[in-house]
């Protein structure tokens, strides 16, 4: 392995000052266990990793609002996330969500900053977060802006977060009424990356409001399935409409095909489990 510096800044204005935005070989650095799986490969050969682990306690907590929104901090470990009491209480649906993803190994160490950044289109949580409307603030020389998720990533491991920038912390919406569920198709082993992701949420009042269906790993970026969220949209559910909002979902997912399943397969894939995660999330108690 080639040399390089790794710094671990005691601020994140510090953190910041130490990215070179024009340089790719300057990297942050949150659990590393995408960052050293490329550095062992040869892929990335860095000059400086910029270690976010003292950047501030901002980049470290977990905390609930007064008015019930949820932040994370970037830093924040996977398993801290799931295992948070608050985060099992008001946000079930992301305990249930980190509990498949990966092994325990990798969630000990992998951050929520990391899992966002690195942006592989086959990541579990986007899909759930844009499912529940969450925001990202980003920081960087000129300020801080916040970001929608479901803007953040742009493609295959790329995102709108600049060189120069670093995600600080997530926000989520209070779940309030809002029933929510992740289902996940594995094709290899239980704990493998999945062939798909589907994250639903709606507000509920008896019928259906406001649905989110977002589909995840099938496609180039975590993308709204907005013809099915149409369909379903002021109704209750019932077999007929799982069966309806599942094909209208296949339909319009431009999927891509990858070494966990053909184009075909995964059509079939949404069809089945867009109609699994609306079953379970209509099961599911709504949030008090
Ligand atoms: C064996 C293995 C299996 C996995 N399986 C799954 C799976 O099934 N499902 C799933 O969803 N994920 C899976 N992952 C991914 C894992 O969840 C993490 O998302 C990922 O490895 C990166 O997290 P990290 O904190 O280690 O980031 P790092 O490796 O430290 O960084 C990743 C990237 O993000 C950048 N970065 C880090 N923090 C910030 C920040 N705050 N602001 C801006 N940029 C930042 C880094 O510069 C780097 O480019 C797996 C990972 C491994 C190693």
């Not at 569920?181 to 019928?207: E, F, H, M, N, Q």
Request: hydrophobic content about 45%; some cysteine; charged content about 25%.
């Amino acid at each position: 392995m080639t040399p390089f510096d790794l710094v671990e800044p005691p601020s994140l204005g510090e953190a910041l000052k130490l990215l070179e935005p024009d340089d790719s070989a300057v990297r942050p650095l949150a659990g590393g266990t995408a960052l050293m799986l490329l550095m062992k490969s040869g892929f990335f050969r860095p000059k400086r990793l910029v270690s976010l682990r003292a950047a501030g306690e901002r980049l470290a907590r977990i905390r609930i609002e007064p008015n019930g929104e949820l932040r994370i901090g970037a830093m924040v470990r996977l398993a801290a996330l799931e295992w948070a009491p608050e985060v099992r209480r008001d946000f079930p649906v992301i305990g249930h969500t980190l509990r498949t993803l990966a092994n325990v190994r990798v969630r000990n160490v992998a951050t929520l900053g990391g899992h966002l950044a690195h942006a592989d289109p086959h990541s579990d949580l986007p899909p759930v977060l844009i499912a529940l409307g969450a925001c990202l603030v980003l920081a960087g020389p000129r300020g801080e802006r916040a970001v929608p998720v479901e803007g953040f990533a742009t493609g295959h491991y790329e995102t709108v977060c600049k060189g120069d920038e670093l995600i600080v912390e997530a926000t989520i919406p209070p779940l309030g009424r809002r029933r929510a569920a992740y289902a996940k198709c594995t094709t290899r082993s239980a704990d493998d990356w999945p062939a798909l992701g589907i994250a639903v949420a709606w507000d509920d009042d008896g019928a259906i409001r406001s649905p989110r269906i977002v589909l995840g790993a099938a496609t180039e970026r975590p993308t709204r399935l907005k013809a099915a969220e149409a369909l379903i949209a002021g109704r209750t559910l019932d077999g007929a409409l799982l069966t309806r909002a599942g094909e209208a979902a296949a339909e319009e997912a431009d999927v891509v095909a990858d070494a966990r399943g053909s184009v075909s397969y995964k059509k079939q894939l949404v069809k089945v489990y867009v109609a699994r995660a609306l079953r379970a999330a209509g099961a599911g108690p709504a949030a008090p």
